[in-house]
């Protein structure tokens, strides 16, 4: 996967621009929601750093070198102050309750044990915290998710993409509080909001 993602950050972040147009109205609700001191799991190339207010303080972490390398390039030419990490989002290297929020955006797709990783996420976040899934799932449409579950093996080999995960599922398993899930494009995409298990 990392090698994957190694190989063209300037391509991704070229490629993007036609799903942008789709998802830039949701990555602003994103940023409407999110506050505070904010952990982006998967930041790739700060495809949302435009959305995220200047009050919110930015820790990005990616398993891809290239697109951190990318990331911090970008943001130097917004002017944005970022804190970037290589880690894995599976083994987060953070203590319990460091965050003020979470965002996941478009990378359960391609992380090897979502469930896990998002358990990681509850365990940074303080109790409370607001959480966002913007992602590529498998569609509540069933012709939809079967050409999904047809493509899927085939992305997977070409480029870790798995095109049809039960996302939502995952994320409650994981115990995320959910809130509401916004399903979009067919059902293509969801924007699933949540906040962190209150402490018991
Ligand atoms: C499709 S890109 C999304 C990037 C960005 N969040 C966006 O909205 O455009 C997925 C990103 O997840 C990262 N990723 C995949 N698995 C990961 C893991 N286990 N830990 C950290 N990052 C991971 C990839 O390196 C890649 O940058």
Not at 8 to 20: F, I
Request: some cysteine; proline content about 5%; overall charge positive.
């Amino acid at each position: 996967m990392r090698r994957i993602y190694d190989r063209d950050p300037a391509g991704y972040h070229r490629g993007s621009a036609l799903t942008e147009r789709l998802l830039a109205a949701r990555r602003r609700k994103v940023g409407e929601i999110v506050t505070g001191r904010l952990l982006d799991i998967g930041f790739g190339t700060g495809m949302s750093l435009t959305h995220y207010p200047p009050s919110v303080s930015v820790i990005g972490i990616d398993a891809s070198l290239g697109m951190l390398r990318f990331a911090r390039a970008e943001a130097a030419n917004l002017g944005r102050a970022v804190q970037l990490v290589e880690m894995d989002a599976e083994r987060l290297g953070f203590p319990d309750r460091s965050f003020d929020s979470v965002a996941f955006n478009l990378c359960l797709c391609t992380i090897g044990d979502p469930e896990r990783a998002v358990r990681e996420a509850v365990r940074v976040a303080r109790p409370g915290a607001p959480m966002t899934f913007l992602e590529h799932v498998r569609s509540h449409l069933l012709p939809v998710a079967l050409l999904q579950d047809a493509l899927s093996p085939v992305l997977v080999a070409l480029q870790q993409d798995h095109f049809n995960r039960r996302t939502e599922q995952a994320i409650r398993r994981a115990g995320v509080e959910v809130t509401s899930v916004e399903r979009f494009a067919w059902g293509f995409f969801n924007l699933i909001v949540g906040r962190a298990p209150q402490a018991t």
